[in-house]
């Protein structure tokens, strides 16, 4: 048992037809929850929440497919969450881990812009596609499917979101109320019509209410509710039971059809305060932007591109670059909740590897700022000066593949891998790169869509294959192959077009200056068939650090002589030997 106190002052449409049986459950190696008993204490004003979880697995000696989590945020608000992985998933374990970690740490890092139940939401909704994609890719199934079910506590108000049949109470004044819905078939209870991961959409059911003090919430996955009912939930809660007592409660009576991962946690509110969330404002967008225009202290100078939305900009002696929403976010939602999210993304994924962003707290528009550079990109830079030396492709190379693992540690993908989209700083030998336009940015696997530039798709992204970690690298490889030769590996693509794709020619073909081991890895890097590509960033990082181990590659669809030239010049020769004992047989018939 793991038991802990903490005290914290912060500061002031339906899917259809879709059905999932929720049978074995099988455990996975990792544990983002051991069998715990933990508790938290939030303090904020006059806000206090004392939370009690525990989590027993099915086998005691496994981990099971719970996961949960209940913790304070540093706004004030505190968050609570429950994940079942589902039992006929291979992966219910793997999108019950994903399910918590995006909740809590999505939600602590929420645009000002969204309302809580907004995020909730949005968080929800970029989740179960982003699981429904990559259990596609990866199992030609959805496999990596979870129940959830998420509460948000905030001053006087109870936020609640649950998909599945995950359940979440209220305890008050000795009624128990079911708040969440349970999301099965009518005339199957084993199986479920909703859970993240099961389709490409999911509808999930929210609740907003009120909050008193002496309040019980209660989060509890299936393994609890299929052994403790309502009545005997009603008496525990009554007694002040904390999840720890619950859970073995429903442990001691369960029975072998019942057995299963059993997770409980228990909120109580000791005292009320006010809203950490302000309610959301809705900033104006301006229609036209022009040179000289002041906006919030900063002077526009010019705009970048053929857009007028993004502009240079000045103040107070230094210069920064604004990116305005786009004039369509004005009358449609979809396109301004896209602008907040690309907000969202720009300032807080913060790293070396791009430039710092910030949203005004004090904005009278709706808009963000950017670190200014006075750097070509990569694009102007080979009009300009020719290929890159080998040495800087390489540093290239490790530049956008480090960014790119930043990115996947927090399940990102950059989406729009390209020369246009790299700066370049320095001189050559000692050059120095940022990564910009996180516009594009997108969970991984979230995306199936010709979302990018065509020119530096993968050949599977024109069929409808999710963006992942081997699409990144054929893009990249394409970045590499133009900064090498100044060439495109497959010529200019247009956005209309679904090209059919030969193996790109060697890049030592067009630059005689490429060694071959520079070439294997970005004709690997462009393989046609993913399974042929590296398979994660950190292998294709490995061999550009360690060229003496890298082994020469010939895509599939390569002309043989390009393959195997050896085996070629076998078959020439077995050729011609076939044909002269053919010639010296029909002379000796003679």
């Excluded at 059905?19 to 904020?44: C, F, I, Y």
């Excluded at 404002?281 to 301006?286: D, K």
């Excluded at 940022?434 to 940015?441: A, P, R, T």
């Excluded at 020619?505 to 590296?534: C, Q, T």
Aim: proline share 6%.
């Amino acid at each position: 048992m793991i038991a802990c106190d903490l005290q914290m002052n912060a500061n002031p449409n339906p899917v259809s037809g879709t059905l999932l049986s929720r049978s074995s459950a099988l455990p996975s190696a990792s544990a983002l929850n051991s069998t715990a008993d933990k508790s938290v204490r939030l303090t904020h004003s006059r806000l206090r929440v004392h939370a009690t979880s525990f989590i027993r697995p099915r086998e005691d000696d496994k981990p099971g497919d719970d996961v949960s989590a209940a913790r304070a945020l540093e706004d004030g608000t505190f968050i609570a969450v429950v994940a079942d992985g589902l039992g006929s998933a291979r992966q219910g374990r793997n999108a019950a881990e994903k399910a918590v970690a995006h909740f809590t740490a999505n939600f602590r890092n929420r645009p000002a812009a969204w309302s809580t139940a907004k995020t909730l939401e949005e968080i929800t909704r970029h989740l179960n596609r982003q699981l429904h994609q990559e259990g596609l890719a990866r199992h030609e199934s959805p496999e990596l499917a979870s129940t959830v079910v998420a509460a948000v506590l905030d001053g006087d108000r109870l936020h609640l979101l649950n998909a599945g049949d995950s359940r979440a109470y209220r305890f008050r004044a000795g009624k128990l109320e079911l708040l969440s819905r349970d999301h099965r078939d009518a005339t199957q209870t084993h199986v479920l019509t909703q859970a993240l991961g099961l389709a490409d959409t999911v509808t999930p059911h929210v609740v907003q209410t009120d909050l008193a003090v002496g309040d019980f919430i209660l989060l509890c996955s299936d393994g609890l509710t299929d052994v403790l009912d309502e009545a005997a939930l009603t008496e525990l809660l009554a007694e002040r039971t904390g999840a720890r007592g619950l859970v073995a409660i429903a442990r001691e009576r369960t029975t072998p059809e019942t057995l299963d991962d059993i997770t409980a946690v228990v909120l109580e509110v000791q005292e009320l305060g006010p809203a950490a969330s302000a309610a959301p404002v809705a900033l104006p967008i301006p229609v036209q932007l022009k040179a000289d225009d002041m906006v919030d202290g900063y002077t526009l100078r010019r705009s970048f591109r053929a857009s007028d939305r993004i502009w240079l900009a000045a103040k107070a002696g230094k210069s920064f670059v604004l990116k305005f929403a786009p004039l369509e976010a004005r009358t449609s939602e979809a396109v301004l909740t896209a602008f907040i999210r690309e907000t969202w993304n720009a300032t807080t994924l913060k790293a070396d590897y791009f430039p710092a962003a910030t949203a005004p707290e004090d904005a009278t528009a709706r808009y963000y700022v950017l670190e200014y550079f006075h750097a070509p990109t990569l694009k102007q830079w080979l009009a300009d000066n020719g290929p890159l030396p080998t040495a800087d492709a390489v540093a290239l190379g490790k530049f956008v593949l480090a960014a790119a693992q930043f990115l996947l540690r927090h399940d990102f993908v950059h989406g729009d891998l390209k020369p246009e989209n790299l700066l370049v700083l320095g001189e050559p030998g000692t050059f120095a790169f940022k990564l910009i336009d996180l516009g594009n940015v997108a969970e991984v696997f979230s995306v199936n869509s010709r979302a990018g530039t065509p020119s530096y798709l993968a050949p599977e992204r024109f069929h409808g294959a999710a963006v992942s970690e081997p699409t990144e690298i054929f893009a990249l490889g394409a970045t590499l192959y133009e900064a090498l030769t100044g060439k495109l590996p497959h010529g200019e693509i247009e956005p209309f077009q679904t090209p059919h794709f030969r193996a790109a020619k060697p890049p030592s073909k067009l630059n005689p200056h490429i060694p071959h081991w520079l070439d294997a890895i970005v004709l690997r890097a462009l393989a046609l068939d993913p399974d042929d590509r590296f398979a994660a960033y950190s292998e294709m990082r490995f061999q550009l650090e360690h060229p003496e181990k890298v082994k020469p590659f010939r895509s599939a669809g390569a002309p043989l002589l390009e393959r195997d030239p050896l085996l070629l010049l076998k078959l020439l020769l077995a050729a011609s030997l076939t044909a002269n004992l053919a010639l010296l047989f029909l002379l000796f018939r003679k």
